[in-house]
């Protein structure tokens, strides 16, 4: 019998269970904000950055960090949106799955990355095509890159400002998957807090550097 013939509830898995403060966490600097949609599940202690984009409607609202310094294609980094198909120097798209193409909107700035390769901006998204393919989306963007991206090297697109941190989710939030997303709101930490350094799940040393934060034994503080 499948879960399904049965009367059942199923909860997923708890994610808030970990002690993320050493420090009083009534003590910490926080600021409510809204987070953008299309990224699922955020879970706590995640590093954000905020969407810097000049002309989105998106701007201002925040989005995971990205942990640039190192791509495996195992980081934790909900941010990314994997290309599925290798993209040639001086094209102006990117092929995505569906359900990561709702991680953006027309007026994105988008960046390219991949392992051995810096970041780049390619400008604006001018957009995005959900209906000649059920399960892919093709993301067509103003600036031609000047770089060869390929799946063998874990490449990924993601919004601008996402590589800059400037804060940490006090408390697991959903923003939705897919098109049915709708964002969420949530508290960013700022400041005058000690974490756990292993439930920080996506800070780098990048990261680190941008919100001022410093390693004292198995604790991060920002």
Not at 130 to 144: D, E, K, L, P, Q
Not at 195 to 212: C, E, I, W
Request: proline share 3%.
């Amino acid at each position: 019998m499948s879960r399904g013939d049965a009367p059942h509830v199923y909860h997923n898995d708890q994610v808030d269970y970990q002690a993320l403060f050493f420090s009083n966490p009534e003590a910490c600097l926080e600021i409510p904000m809204t987070m953008q949609r299309g990224y699922g599940l955020i879970k706590v202690g995640t590093v954000v950055g905020v969407n810097t984009s000049a002309s989105s409607t998106n701007k201002g609202k925040y989005i995971p960090y990205d942990p640039h310094a190192t791509i495996t294609g195992a980081e934790d980094a909900p941010g990314r949106a994997y290309i599925v198909s290798n993209h040639t120097s001086g094209a102006y798209t990117v092929i995505v799955t569906m359900e990561d193409s709702y991680k953006f909107i027309v007026g994105d700035d988008l960046l390219l990355q991949g392992s051995g390769e810096a970041v780049e901006n390619v400008g604006a998204i001018t957009t995005i095509d959900r209906t000649t393919y059920g399960h892919i989306a093709t993301i067509t963007f103003t600036v031609a890159s000047g770089k060869n991206y390929t799946t063998a090297n874990f490449a990924y697109a993601c919004v601008e400002g996402s590589e800059t941190a400037v804060g940490v989710l006090k408390a697991a939030r959903d923003t939705g998957v897919g098109t049915d997303s709708v964002g969420a709101l949530g508290n960013l930490v700022i400041g005058n807090a000690l974490f756990y350094t292993g439930v920080l799940l996506n800070m780098d040393s990048n990261a680190r550097t941008d919100v001022s934060a410093s390693l004292i034994s198995q604790y991060t503080k920002i």
